[in-house]
């Protein structure tokens, strides 16, 4: 088992930043791949980033290219989302998953979940 603990949501207006962290424990040699995942109101939840276990390779959903970035710090086992330039839209349930599979952006690919964290931008 791994388990994911999430934090650094909140309130912020547009325009604003928010960083938010994930931290892995348990059984983390058996992931390769971390991710996070977004639910707006109302939405289902769509994939936002990921990065390997490594750190070497990231990904990102369009809608957050040049304003979010994920890391990963290795002797924490935690990574990272810097969210800037937050618009309302960016406004959801954030989630950090953990799974086995390179370069994954389906739920399916992921078998560890964080409990989520709500970040709320404002106009």
């Known amino acids: 088992q791994v388990q994911l603990v999430e934090s650094g949501g909140g309130l912020v207006q547009a325009g604003g930043s928010l960083r938010l962290s994930c931290a892995a424990s348990?059984?983390?040699?058996?992931?390769?791949?971390m991710g996070w995942f977004r639910q707006p109101p109302g939405k289902e939840r769509e994939f936002v980033a990921a990065i390997t276990w490594s750190g070497d390779n990231k990904h990102y959903t369009v809608s957050v290219k040049g304003r979010f970035t994920v890391s990963k710090d290795n002797a924490k086992n935690t990574i990272y989302l810097q969210m800037n330039s937050l618009k309302p839209e960016d406004t959801a349930v954030y989630y950090c998953?953990?799974?086995?599979?390179?370069?994954?952006?389906?739920?399916?690919?992921?078998?560890?979940w964080g409990q989520g964290t709500q970040v709320t931008v404002s106009s």
């Open positions: 348990g059984r983390t040699f058996s992931v390769y791949n």
């Open positions: 998953a953990a799974g086995s599979n390179p370069f994954e952006t389906t739920e399916g690919g992921y078998a560890y």
